[in-house]
Structures are given as structure tokens and as C-alpha cells.
């Protein structure tokens, strides 16, 4: 599974992308992968990022600096994919 945090409207909590995969696969992702979009990405390369299977999700309302934000997700993907 890929995710990429992303700070544009159509973004979802990273939660919600495993329980749709738990519910279409019947057990977690045994891998997962992310990025970040920084402000430099363009919504036409976003688009591409979606085309190539990656979710983008939110981080919450804090806006993380990206040393932060790494550090971020990799909690959030090992509280939920721990359970």
C-alpha cells in the first residue's frame, strides 16, 4: 500500500485507507510505503502519484515540516498496522 501525506483537499487520515484494505482483503497491508507532497508538487504530478495506486492522506492539522513528518508517519503506519 502507498500513501503520500498530502496537504490538498481530497486527502483522507491514513486509518481509513487500511480499514478499506482490511475490508476488500480481509487482513492489513503487510507493507506500506510513503511520501509527501510539498507544496512544490503540482496537482497535474499529484494526479500521476494517484494513477500509480498511492492514497494520499492527511497528517492531521498540524503542517509537519517534512524531517517531522517522516518521522510522523512512520507511527502512524506502525500504531495501525500493529494492531
Request: net charge positive.
Amino acid at each position: 500500500m502507498a500513501l503520500v501525506g498530502s496537504l490538498q483537499t481530497e486527502r483522507r487520515h491514513p486509518r481509513e485507507c487500511f480499514r478499506e484494505f482490511e475490508a476488500k482483503h480481509g487482513r492489513l497491508p503487510q507493507t506500506a510505503g510513503s511520501g509527501l507532497d510539498r507544496r512544490a508538487i503540482h496537482a497535474r504530478r499529484m494526479k500521476a502519484i494517484e494513477a500509480g495506486g498511492a492514497q494520499p492522506v492527511s497528517l492531521g492539522r498540524l503542517v509537519l515540516r517534512v524531517e517531522q513528518a517522516a518521522i510522523y508517519c512512520l507511527s502512524i503506519l506502525n500504531y495501525e498496522l500493529s494492531r
